[in-house]
Nanobody, 124 residues
Framework: QVQLVESGGGLVQAGGSLRLSCAASGRTFSSYAMGWFRQAPGKEREFVAAISWSGTITYYTDSVKGRFTITRGNAKNTVYLQMNSLKPEDTAVYYC?????????????????WGQGTQVTVSS
């Protein structure tokens, strides 16, 4: 049984930083991409960032480029999202995803496994 557990969410003022973590367990993950999505109240879940299995290729949605950084742990079963210069519009539940083999990395339907999410709230 694959399990993804996110942590690191919380309340922060605009301009502040948070670091999200996601740990995967249950099988070998070194060959799979990992990613982050987010869902604000009343909105659809949207792509934030993704990283290849090797950790050498990364993708970001335009609104977070230059502010967020996705990295992968040495054991490849952990992914991080460093979020700097946070804005109120970044407020959402952030979800970790594993294995984008079903399609394009920026689509929710492409990912096989999902975490339960962690709340990020940015106050103005």
């Amino acid at each position: 049984q694959v399990q993804l557990v996110e942590s690191g969410g919380g309340l922060v003022q605009a301009g502040g930083s948070l670091r999200l973590s996601c740990a995967a367990s249950g099988r070998t993950f070194s060959s799979y991409a990992m990613g982050w999505f987010r869902q604000a109240p009343g909105k659809e879940r949207e792509f934030v960032a993704a990283i290849s299995w090797s950790g050498t290729i990364t993708y970001y949605t335009d609104s977070v480029k230059g502010r967020f950084t996705i990295t992968r742990g040495n054991a490849k079963n952990t992914v991080y999202l460093q979020m700097n210069s946070l804005k109120p519009e970044d407020t959402a539940v952030y979800y970790c995803a594993l294995d984008s083999s079903r399609g394009s990395y920026n689509r929710t339907t492409s990912w096989v496994y999902w975490g339960q999410g962690t709340q990020v709230t940015v106050s103005s």
